[in-house]
């Protein structure tokens, strides 16, 4: 991964980016990349409010994917990204655009729409979210299915030669296992976790609090899931020498620097930013000093250092 820096904001937590640059004091430079909100084929209203909650150690959310499709996001967001005041800030962030799709077709005609699109240069990388459903399938998800991973991922990279992420979910058995076939059928780096299925319940109403019912849990309830996760995924990952983006649940730089101990190789914050938009200059900080206090000359020194 070639980013300035380790840290990476994720997906659905800053949109298409176009208001960060206008955060008074924002630490534009502590930022490696910035994955866009997810891309569908078509336009999607998503579900009906209310579609994100807290709860007592992280949010909850069932978005539903809203996004004004591909051809818009081409046209409408793609399009200006260098124009961003983000941008100016830091010309050195790295984009990614996070495909998601409920069909094989879907996912790699978003790529295949992009490719051919005269923005295409802008986009450094595609993260493919395979935590959503096949309708042609009775609503399999992606992820959790060898057989679909698989396909999903090879159309994905016959649209473009540049690296793909896998976004793994941690709902599944044998996340580890995924792993090793997201690699052996294309994927050039992974990112773990996505968010954990979960529900919450407003006892007043005996209702759900998110509209969909469930949703995904992610903050900081879900650090410990991540890291085990991300333990994983790199006993696999680390032989093919495959990087892992960690995530889930980190606040701050003692999070990060576990993430990184788990076998990752770059950091994504999500919900953190919640609380703290200036999270991500924090967490450069206190890696920079772990690395001094521990004799690392580097960040990446650090990745998979757990011992048992
Ligand atoms: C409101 C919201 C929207 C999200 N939208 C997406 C999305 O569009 N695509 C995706 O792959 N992940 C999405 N995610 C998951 C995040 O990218 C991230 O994997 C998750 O929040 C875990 O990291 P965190 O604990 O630091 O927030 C979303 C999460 C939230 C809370």
């Not at 004091?25 to 209310?50: C, D, M, N, Q």
């Amino acid at each position: 991964m070639q980013w300035q820096t380790p840290i990476c904001l994720l997906s659905g937590h800053t949109g298409f980016a176009e208001e960060l640059g206008n955060i008074p004091f924002f630490p534009a430079t502590s930022i490696g990349a910035i994955v866009l909100k997810a891309t569908t084929l078509e336009p999607r209203e998503g579900h009906p409010a209310e579609r994100v909650c807290e709860t007592p150690l992280g949010l909850m959310n069932a978005v539903g994917l809203e996004n004004p499709g591909v051809e818009a996001v081409i046209e409408n967001k793609l399009a200006s990204l260098p124009n961003l005041s983000i941008s100016k800030q830091n010309p050195d962030i790295q984009w990614i655009v996070n495909v998601a799709g409920f069909t094989v077709h879907e996912y790699a005609m978003v790529i295949e729409r992009i490719e051919k699109s005269p923005y295409q240069s802008y986009v450094s990388a595609y993260e493919i979210n395979i935590s959503c459903p096949n309708v042609k399938k009775g609503g399999a998800v992606f992820g959790h299915d060898e057989v679909l991973a698989a396909e999903v991922i090879s159309e994905c990279r016959k649209k473009t030669t540049k690296p793909l992420i896998i976004k793994l979910s941690p709902n599944q058995t044998d996340i580890a296992n995924m792993a090793e076939v997201c690699i052996n059928n294309g994927a050039d780096i992974l990112s773990a976790i996505n968010t954990v299925a979960a529900m919450h319940i407003d006892t007043h109403r005996q209702k759900t609090y998110l509209s969909a019912g469930r949703g995904g849990l992610s903050g900081r309830a879900v650090l410990p899931i991540a890291l085990l996760n991300v333990y994983l995924i790199w006993q696999v990952a680390n032989s093919y020498n495959i990087p892992i983006i960690g995530q889930g649940g980190i606040s701050n730089g003692d999070d990060a620097i576990s993430m990184l101990l788990a076998g990752a190789s770059a950091i994504g914050i999500g919900s953190a930013l919640a609380r703290d938009i200036r999270v991500s200059k924090k967490i450069i900080k206190s890696i920079e000093k772990y690395c001094q206090t521990h004799g690392f000359s580097h960040y990446s020194e650090i990745t998979g250092k757990l011992s048992l």
